[in-house]
């Protein structure tokens, strides 16, 4: 992985992890292509639905 020095591309980064997908894919638009990221948390690659906080991932959408 690349080194960055910015931070805010650093914590987007560490969502950014392994596919780890729920039986029914991503709540919202359904693409069963989920990441989990260093905070343990579940993202959508497609639409940054944010599982364990049922709202979007503002800081994913915005890359
Ligand atoms: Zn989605």
Redo the contacts with the bound molecule.
Sequence with gaps: MTETIDPEFDAYLAKLGPYENPPDG?P????SRVMVGDDGLHR??????CIEEGVFDRDMLSR
Aim: proline letters at 0%; hydrophobic letters at 10%.
């Design positions: 991503c919202n638009c359904g693409r959508c690659e497609k639409c940054c639905w």
